[in-house]
Every structure is written in structure tokens, then in C-alpha cells.
């Protein structure tokens, strides 16, 4: 069966832009949660949603949002982009909690 | 604070060696424990995991090791191969609504096999 999918895999930015980034999760998989991976700060959750409701969240500013659709599928957004924002963002979901399955993530650069 | 606690930082070990990784935890609410893989440029995949009513978990050349009553958990990778070389995290989450659908992971263990 297909994986967690996420686009795009690479982008470069320039602070104070926004990006969207997306995710397609595996089907049938109700839950997606979004973390940050930085060599210096590590595998940071930054928010989890279900059913279209955002269940949980982690410490990161406002400018971090998200939102799932009716067919599961997610998108995070990063508004006013600074440099150190740069990160390798990952996409996991699963049935239960027993099952995450990470996405290959998107690299974004800001410059 | 870090909720999970994990180390080394980075381990080498010689091909056919055992590779042990030891994490820390601190929120007794957790219930589920499972160690990730990380190759480059590829996301987190799961290895192996572990509930807290058993002391110790095994497959194939990969083995989970639970002290409850110490909030420790290990991986430990028998006959390591070169193949192995990759980023290792363990992980926790379960138990309460705060941590719903979220993991809380270790800072992550460089191993290197040589061989």
C-alpha cells in the first residue's frame, strides 16, 4: 500500500514568505501530526489532527498552523518565515497509536 | 523538559558487535515505547516497540529491554551490520489526553557499524 506522502520534498524561501506544505497520509489513516527535525533541536511536534479537529499542539509560535481535510489529507503553513525555520518538516499517520508511519519530508531552506 | 532522554549521542561498532542505545523517561502516564530507524534524507520508520506489562520484546536481531519500575528502556542490536548505520530514536507517548497523537522522542543516536 502507498505511504504517507509529502510535497513538495525540497524548497527554498525567503524570510518573511509563507509556505504551505502538504500531506497525504496512508488511506484509512484518521490521524495526522506534523513535527519539525533539526539537528539542534531534534524531532519537535508542532501539532496533531483528526477528523479535520486539531487534538493536540506543541510549543511553537502562531505562525505554525495547520489543518486536515475531509479525506484526511493535511497542510501546514509557516507564515513570516525566519532563517531559522530552515528544517526538514515530517508528516506521520496513523490508525491508532500503534501504527505511525512517517512521510520522507520536505526540506525547507529559508534564505 | 525533555521527557525522554536518550543515549549516547553516537556509538561505533564493529560489524558482528552489539549495539546498545538507552533511553529515560519521565512521565509514568506513557504506555507505548518504539524505537525509530532514520536513514538520510528518508523520514523516521519503525523498528520495534514495546508496552510497559512486558520486560523485554524481540525481533530477529533487535531487542527491546523495559525497567518499569526504573523508566528505562534500551535497543539493543545483536550482530550489528554495516547496513545498520543509521540515525536511532526511541520514543513515548499513551497514557493521558495530553499526549494524544503525539510522540515524545529522544534526541536521537548516531550508530556507525565499521566493518
Known amino acids: 500500500k502507498a505511504g504517507v506522502t509529502q510535497t513538495p520534498r525540497y524548497l527554498i524561501k525567503t524570510r518573511g514568505q509563507q509556505v504551505t506544505l502538504s500531506c497525504s497520509p496512508i488511506?484509512?489513516?484518521?490521524?495526522v501530526s506534523w513535527y519539525q527535525q533539526t539537528p539542534g533541536q531534534g524531532l519537535q511536534f508542532l501539532f496533531e489532527?483528526?477528523?479535520?479537529?486539531?487534538?493536540n499542539k506543541g510549543n511553537f509560535p502562531g505562525r505554525f498552523s495547520g489543518r486536515q481535510f475531509s479525506n484526511s489529507r493535511s497542510e501546514m503553513n509557516v507564515s513570516t518565515l525566519e532563517l531559522g525555520d530552515s528544517a526538514l518538516y515530517l508528516c506521520a499517520s496513523s490508525f491508532s497509536v500503534e501504527g505511525y508511519t512517517f512521510g520522507s519530508g520536505t526540506r525547507l531552506t529559508v534564505v | 523538559q525533555q521527557q525522554v532522554k536518550q543515549s549516547p549521542q553516537s556509538l561505533i561498532v564493529q560489524k558482528g558487535g552489539i549495539s546498545i542505545i538507552n533511553c529515560a523517561y519521565e512521565n509514568t502516564a506513557f504506555d507505548y515505547f518504539p524505537w525509530y530507524q532514520q536513514f538520510p534524507g528518508k523520514g523516521p520508520a519503525l523498528l520495534i516497540a514495546?508496552?510497559?506489562?512486558?520486560s523485554e520484546k524481540k525481533e530477529g536481531r533487535f531487542t527491546i529491554s523495559f525497567n518499569k519500575s526504573a523508566k528505562q528502556f534500551s535497543l539493543h542490536i545483536m550482530d550489528s551490520q554495516p547496513g545498520d548505520s543509521a540515525t536511532y530514536f526511541c520514543?513515548?507517548?499513551?497514557?493521558?489526553?495530553?499526549?494524544?497523537?503525539?510522540?515524545?522522542f529522544g534526541r536521537g543516536t548516531q550508530l556507525t557499524v565499521w566493518p
Open positions: 520514543a513515548a507517548t499513551g497514557g493521558e489526553s495530553s499526549t494524544l497523537g503525539r510522540l515524545y
Open positions: 514495546i508496552r510497559p506489562d512486558v
Open positions: 489532527y483528526f477528523s479535520e479537529t486539531q487534538r
Open positions: 488511506s484509512g489513516h484518521r490521524s
